[in-house]
T-cell receptor, first 116, second 110 residues
Framework: DADVTQTPRNRITKTGKRIMLECSQT?????MYWYRQDPGLGLRLIYY???????NKGEISDGYSVSRQAQAKFSLSLESAIPNQTALYFC???????????????FGPGTRLTVT | DQQVKQNSPSLSVQEGRISILNCDYT??????FLWYKKYPAEGPTFLIS?????DKNEDGRFTVFLNKSAKHLSLHIVPSQPGDSAVYFC?????????FGGGTRLMVKP
């Protein structure tokens, strides 16, 4: 079974709709992240959370919100989707308590979102 | 302005030869560097890393070199295999977050 899961894997939605992407992990990690991938731009950080009560904006948070419902769950919402939010979205986790390994992030399989 | 850059969007090499992927960074606060590999329809997976106190780290066919004065790192794959065909991302850490480069698509031809 996958350690980091994302639902849905694919989603097509219309401009103006609210959409939620969900991420769950069984790795027991405390830190979770949301990224989007666009061609040629790599992965850009949207939001991150270092524990359940800690939420921080990343490089490109405008138009997005997040919720850390539990240590294992971190959801990303697009309040009113627009076409330039069409992208691949990845959730990732890391373990701050692992000496020398805290930098490594483990990624889910991604959600392909299309906004028409 | 991108703090981590991979200037070659694609690279094609013959099976058995060396693949060299390059990455440049601008932020002197980065203290740890990582390479990730990504296949289509999958998330990136960790490949190899290096601390800023080292200049080389080797793991099997994969070696990462760090030149701090030039703010440059490279990933060497020897020998290259068709299964290495993927997109490779370099990433740099400031202790909390990772900043990723734009990726290089490696194609290894049989």
């Amino acid at each position: 079974d996958a350690d980091v899961t994302q639902t849905p894997r694919n989603r097509i939605t219309k401009t103006g709709k609210r959409i939620m992407l969900e991420c769950s992990q069984t790795k027991g990690h405390d830190r979770m992240y949301w990224y989007r991938q666009d061609p040629g731009l790599g992965l850009r950080l949207i939001y991150y959370s270092f524990d359940v009560k800690d939420i921080n904006k990343g490089e490109i948070s405008d138009g997005y919100s997040v919720s850390r419902q539990a240590q294992a769950k971190f959801s990303l919402s697009l309040e009113s989707a627009i076409p330039n939010q069409t992208a691949l979205y990845f959730c990732a986790t890391s373990d701050s308590g692992q000496p020398g390994k805290g930098y490594e992030q483990y990624f889910g399989p991604g959600t392909r979102l299309t906004v028409t | 302005d991108q703090q981590v850059k991979q200037n070659s969007p694609s690279l094609s090499v013959q099976e058995g030869r060396i693949s060299i992927l390059n990455c440049d960074y601008t932020n002197s606060m980065f203290d740890y560097f990582l390479w990730y590999k990504k296949y289509p329809a999958e998330g990136p997976t960790f490949l190899i890393s290096i601390s800023s106190i080292k200049d080389k780290n080797e793991d099997g066919r994969f070696t990462v070199f760090l030149n701090k004065s030039a703010k440059h790192l490279s990933l060497h794959i020897v020998p290259s295999q068709p299964g290495d065909s993927a997109v490779y991302f370099c990433a740099a850490s400031d202790g909390n977050m990772l900043t990723f480069g734009g990726g290089t698509r490696l194609m290894v031809k049989p």
